[in-house]
């Protein structure tokens, strides 16, 4: 992808692709429900996210285009001397651009987003049934230093 995307935070406008987007993939296609109009557990999401000044929805576009999307979530530790941290989660990206670049410019953002906002550390989850996620994480500096517990409830 020669062009550069442009970062914005999501408005409510935007939960149609975005939920799409979620749903377009092997994991999503069995988690997410994208139907019209979307279930109002979206709308209560999205504006859960929008209220709080540490979450951040984020929508990548080409100009009026979503082509991607990720939370941030910002965290203020004790450990690490009292530092915040930045949280990536639901990273996305339209399937007319996967596998050029907008994934790499969407992290590559976050993380200056993350130094932005004081962050000392950016961590994120994939799943372990994404082999091609970890490798893009890993290729973009990340490093798997923990292993990840969940618990459905």
Known sequence: MKELLTFRIAEKKDLD??????????????????????????????????????????????????LGVMQMTFTPYLTHQGS???????????????????????????????????CSLVQLTTDKQRAEALRFYQKLGFSATHEGMKMKL
Not at 95 to 101: C, I, K
Request: one cysteine or more; aromatic letters at 6%; glycine letters at 8%.
């Open 84 to 118: 915040w941290r930045a949280t990536i989660e639901g990273v996305r990206t339209s399937a007319v651009v996967r596998g050029q670049g907008a994934g790499t410019q969407m992290i590559e953002w976050a993380i200056k987003r993350a130094k932005e906002r004081g």
């Open 17 to 66: 692709p975005i939920v799409e987007m979620l749903a377009d993939d092997v994991l999503g296609k069995g988690r997410e429900r994208y139907t019209h109009p979307l279930p109002e557990s979206y709308v209560q999401a999205f504006h859960a996210i929008d209220e709080d000044p540490n979450n951040e929805l984020i929508v990548a576009c080409r100009e009026t285009e979503i």
